[in-house]
């Protein structure tokens, strides 16, 4: 047990001292495709916009400040067509950072994008995408069947750091 | 020999050419017999004309007939044929153990590959000391196959160069069914500064397998190693993989030519 435990602490401090080891190509590899089995039926919008909602409606319930910057969005209905639309633009976003774990430089591109969106967003912190992280690496193996903590864990560490890198708190 | 019926026409065309040339030349004689009647020269000049006009006219056929065969597409190159014969006979299976591989002579047969090329003949027919089978062209030192490689796993690289090189090779009289190698992979890690990454190897050919494979140096962090299967029909071409030397879990894969 403890072997194991000094095993994945030398691979968080590894994955940490070089980007190297990061979310390797096979480790994307595994998340592209245990995530691709989501979607494989046409209702994927349907399972986007309940799977964006819960994480979204988590998030807000562990800081409740975040409830405010999801106001534009209507966010106290969850259920009304608005905030359904703003769960599949994230999931959708998050969707396609995944697909693009494969072409590293198109990455860095949408994730610059997507860090330039949320930096316009007043009040959005760093703090907020570290619980982000949290809440979908717990939701993600309930949805999955198959699923490669060590590898979600160190591509998903890498989007949502990029995702947060433009904001200052 | 067979030959097209275009082709077979021109043989009759020339030989009926030279009929007529000879015949030229007899009248030529009967002529310098005859002589001094000048009607008869005129007479046979006019006769001498006409021939050349026929043979004017018989060229001009011919090279019509020339042009229409050369219209018809032409033989299919020995290359070719060489490389289909031998991803048929990959396609085909053999018998053989891991250990073994087939003779190349005509009758199947599987030789351990640690007889190959040691002076002995294994094989019934003997081609497992062919010259073909122990050419030591593909070890050359100096030897470079190159290819686009794809990376599958390992490397987060789109498809680029990766070369293979011969730097050393050696092969011990008490055991010549092996030439010990030395050589360098080297693959572009970036393609807009062109950073080349390049790993020192060292391994063998295996003649009966027709395959290079190359692993880390003693001692060095084990990167990469590279396996080349010669089984293109030639020792110009090969079927390269880039592999994690303690697995042989493929990374990349190349089609290599000789560079």
């Given at each position: ?67 405010d ?43 610059d ?57 | ?7 077979v026409?021109?043989v ?7 009929v ?28 001498v ?96 196959y190159?290819?686009l490689?794809?990376?599958t ?13 011969i ?11 092996r030439?010990?190698l ?57 079927d ?16 290599a030519?000789?560079?």
């Open positions: 047990m403890l072997r194991q435990l000094l095993v994945i602490v030398g691979l968080a401090v590894c994955c940490l001292a070089s980007d190297e080891h990061c979310c390797s190509e096979e480790d994307h590899r595994i998340v592209q495709h245990q995530w691709d089995v989501l979607w494989r039926d046409t209702e994927s919008s349907k399972i986007k916009i309940g799977f964006g909602r819960l994480l979204l409606t988590k998030l807000a319930k562990e800081i409740p400040e975040v409830a910057l999801f106001k534009r969005v209507d966010i106290e209905h969850p259920e009304g067509p608005k905030f359904a639309a703003h769960s599949l633009r994230i999931l959708n976003a998050l969707d396609m950072t995944i697909n693009l774990l494969d072409d590293p430089p198109a990455l860095a591109a949408a994730l994008h997507l860090a330039h969106q949320h930096e316009v967003r007043e009040g959005v912190k760093k703090a907020h995408f570290k619980k982000f992280g949290e809440i979908l690496a717990g939701g993600l193996p309930r949805v999955l069947d198959d699923y490669d903590a060590l590898a979600w864990k160190s591509c998903l560490k890498g989007i949502l750091t990029k995702i947060a890198s433009k904001l200052n708190a | 020999i067979w030959l097209p019926p275009a082709a026409q021109q009759s065309l020339k030989a009926t050419i030279i007529i040339m000879w015949c030229i030349l007899l009248l030529a004689g009967l002529a310098a017999a005859a002589a001094s009647d000048p009607y008869k020269e005129k007479r046979f000049e006019y006769i004309k006409n021939q050349k006009l026929h043979l004017g006219y018989l060229e001009k056929k011919l090279h019509a007939i020339e042009e229409e065969f050369n219209e018809l597409s032409a033989d299919v190159d020995r290359k070719t044929i060489r490389h289909l014969k031998a991803r048929i006979s990959n396609l085909e299976e053999n018998h053989c153990t891991d250990d073994q591989s087939e003779c190349p002579g005509d009758v199947p047969e599987c030789v351990d590959d640690l007889l190959f090329c040691d002076g002995e003949k294994d094989c019934r027919d003997g081609s497992d000391e062919d010259d073909d089978t122990c050419s030591l062209n593909i070890t050359h030192v100096g030897s470079s190159t290819g490689a794809t990376w796993s390992c490397e987060d690289l789109p498809p680029d160069h990766a070369v293979v090189t730097t050393a090779a050696h092969r011990r009289d008490y055991f010549p069914s030439v010990w030395r050589g360098t992979l080297s693959y572009e890690i970036d393609e807009k500064d062109h950073v080349i990454h390049t790993i020192q190897l060292r391994g063998y050919y295996n003649f009966g397998k027709r395959e290079i494979a190359l692993g880390p140096l003693p001692g060095q962090k084990p990167g990469y190693g590279v396996i080349c299967d010669f089984n293109l029909g030639d020792d110009d071409h090969a390269c993989k880039i592999v994690v030397p303690s697995s042989l879990f493929v990374c990349a894969h190349f089609n030519a000789r560079y």
